[in-house]
């Protein structure tokens, strides 16, 4: 069974970095299949798509984030990464990582299936 | 992007009854559409995907229809395990974006 558990700080100062890493175990983290998302909850809000990786190191951010986006994957220790620069209050959130759906002989980048606790992140001085 | 609204906001249902969740895209989003279950603590849960198929796993009391920039989910006679918050995602256009939620709550 696939899990994935993110970690980091969970209290950033604003203007600094927010760094947070997912840790997968189980299944292949090497298919070129899997896609490897960040996704946050805002407090009483829905959900928002921040960017994904793939095991080759391509990316795609949402585009009203980009700009401050950072994504890096490491295969070896089966680990991927998110760093979104000059955090504000409006970045408090929790924050997911992912993995894509694969089934019914296909599998979807922009869909997920398996996904990490989540983990929660305050913006404050 | 593309705004996804979902209605009601809250549904209040008895067990056994059979709810339709709604979720209008503010463009065509064809029918890659997606529902998500989640509940309190929980990550989301990947339901229906292509706005009617559901994922490995979903039972078959959860249907979804629609296409473009109408779509609907349906629980046919809600089990107490369903009172959750549900989620429309389309993936048609860049970027992915979510609605936001229908709450399915004991009447």
């Known amino acids: 069974q696939v899990q994935l558990q993110e970690s980091g700080p969970g209290l950033v100062k604003p203007s600094q970095t927010l760094s947070l890493t997912c840790t997968v175990s189980?299944?292949?983290?090497?298919?070129?299949?899997?896609?490897w998302s960040w996704i946050r909850q805002l407090p009483g809000k829905g959900l928002e798509w921040i960017g994904y990786?793939?095991?080759?190191?391509?990316?795609f951010n949402n585009p009203s984030l980009r700009s401050r986006i950072l994504m890096s994957i490491d295969t070896s220790k089966s680990q991927f990464s998110l760093n979104l620069t000059s955090v504000t209050a409006a970045d408090t959130a929790l924050y997911y990582c992912a993995r894509n759906y694969c089934g019914g002989g296909s599998c979807f980048p922009l869909l997920n299936e398996y996904w990490g606790r989540g983990t929660l992140v305050t913006v404050s001085s | 992007e593309t705004v996804m609204t979902q209605s009601p906001a809250t549904l209040s249902v008895s067990p056994g009854e059979s709810p339709t969740l709604s979720c209008r895209a503010s463009?065509?989003?064809?029918?890659?559409l997606a529902w998500y279950q989640q509940k309190p603590g929980q990550a989301p849960r990947l339901l229906m995907y292509g706005a009617s198929t559901r994922a490995t796993g979903i039972p078959a009391r959860f249907s979804g229809s629609g296409s473009g920039t109408e779509f609907t989910l349906t629980i046919s006679s809600l089990q107490s395990e369903d009172f959750a918050v549900y989620y429309c995602q389309q993936y048609n256009n860049w970027p992915p974006t979510f609605g936001g939620g229908t709450k399915v709550e004991i009447k």
């Open positions: 990786i793939q095991g080759s190191g391509s990316t």
């Open positions: 189980g299944g292949s983290f090497n298919s070129v299949e899997y896609y």
């Open positions: 463009r065509s989003v064809s029918s890659l």
